[in-house]
């Protein structure tokens, strides 16, 4: 059999690789995702499933009426000038917003390395991507960004605060700086702005070109696959015209404003993780051959003198992890350990330390 009939196929695509969602076995430790470990008490599972037995699931959804989008408003800090949309993960609205500023000539722009789905995306709808590298401490180079957006004029900017892959927020002033610049909208993705010590969520709605994206995965949901987009009304208002009508489903809409009803509980568990965080942090300190970098979301990413070797002997532990080497130039030897539970945590301690603990 030939292939002549996935030649309609365009090659650019067939030339891509699919994102790659790692394969964990049952009984394994996942720390490779960034997901919460915190499950619901039994007691609050009962009260879900009764919610969820009652959800109207033969009826389309209608977004722009249901509970979620209040209650996001209520408990999430965005004001009330600012409009909301909602996608199917904070991934529909990377989508979304670059095939919103997608015509010939386009330039999308991030620092880099970032989220992967920046480029991908630009790349899907016919844009270049310009990535502009950090400094080698996972720093922005300020100068290099504006620099760049004055000569490319990008459509639009990325910018993960905190950062992701690397796990630091970057200064604040800097990002000012660039939503200033820019001719073309400036997306500031906040998907681990609850760990953060800032956020850009109050400004949403007031400066125009700027668009804040915030996630419920990184908050204890990641399988309810629900992301928001604030901004002003004259962007947000555009957004929707190419999001899917009914893009959302009952479940997940019923379950999340179930959730934020439960906004001390989240709380806890926030507080939890970054305090383990800290934790770790400062343990991996005691070893000269581990670097650790600054972080503000729910992971750490450390230099390590052989990232493969450390990511085989944490796999042999049953842990999981993600290994960054060989992904950019900056991330060499680099791997990223989402923070788990304290005992989840101090399994990965015990591993570098049998690695490491006498270099």
């Given at each position: ?20 969602v790692?394969e ?17 008490p ?5 009260q ?23 209650l ?45 789905m920046y ?9 270049e ?26 459509a639009?900017v990325?910018?993960a ?16 700086a ?5 001719s073309?909208l ?18 949403a709605?007031?400066?125009e ?18 992301g ?8 947000i208002?555009e957004?929707k015209?190419?999001?899917?009508p ?6 997940s ?5 179930f959730?934020?009803?439960?906004t001390?509980f ?17 343990a ?15 992971f750490?990413t ?46 990965v ?8 603990g006498?270099?």
């Amino acid at each position: 059999m030939t292939n002549s009939k996935i030649q309609v196929i365009r090659p650019d695509i067939r030339a891509m690789s699919a994102y790659r969602v790692a394969e964990v076995p049952p009984d394994f430790i996942k720390l490779d995702a960034m997901e919460s470990p915190y499950d619901y008490p039994n007691e609050l599972k009962a009260q879900l499933g009764q919610i969820l037995a009652d959800v109207p699931v033969r009826l389309y959804p209608h977004v722009s009426h249901c509970d979620l989008l209040p209650l996001l408003h209520q408990t999430q800090g965005i004001p009330e000038t600012a409009a909301v949309a909602l996608g199917n993960g904070s991934d529909e609205l990377i989508e979304k917003l670059t095939l919103l500023v997608a015509k010939p000539d386009a330039k999308v722009l991030a620092a880099t390395p970032s989220f992967v789905m920046y480029r991908v995306n630009a790349e899907l709808f016919g844009m270049e991507f310009v990535g502009v590298p950090l400094r080698d401490d996972f720093t922005m180079n300020l100068d290099a960004m504006l620099a760049a957006v004055e000569t490319h004029q990008p459509a639009l900017v990325f910018i993960a605060y905190p950062n992701n892959p690397t796990g630091g927020r970057f200064a604040r002033e800097k990002v000012e700086a660039i939503i200033q610049a820019a001719s073309g909208l400036v997306v500031v993705d906040e998907a681990y702005g609850a760990f953060s010590s800032d956020t850009f969520l109050p400004q949403a709605g007031a400066v125009e070109n700027l668009i804040v994206l915030r996630t419920m995965s990184k908050i204890g949901f990641a399988g309810l696959r629900i992301g928001y987009a604030c901004g002003a009304a004259a962007v947000i208002d555009e957004l929707k015209k190419i999001i899917a009508p009914y893009n959302m489903n009952q479940l997940s809409l019923a379950a999340a404003a179930f959730a934020l009803n439960y906004t001390p509980f989240i709380a806890e568990n926030i507080s939890k993780l970054k305090a383990e965080r800290e934790r770790m942090r400062t343990a991996l300190r005691s070893y000269p051959c581990v670097r650790d970098f600054a972080s503000e979301a729910n992971f750490l990413t450390i230099r390590v003198p052989d990232a493969q070797i450390l990511f085989d002997c944490l796999y042999h532990h049953k842990i999981l992890i993600k290994n960054l080497h060989g992904t950019h130039p900056l991330l060499n030897q680099c791997v990223r350990i989402t923070i788990g539970l304290p005992e989840q945590n101090q399994a990965v301690l015990r591993v570098i330390d049998e690695l490491y603990g006498k270099q």
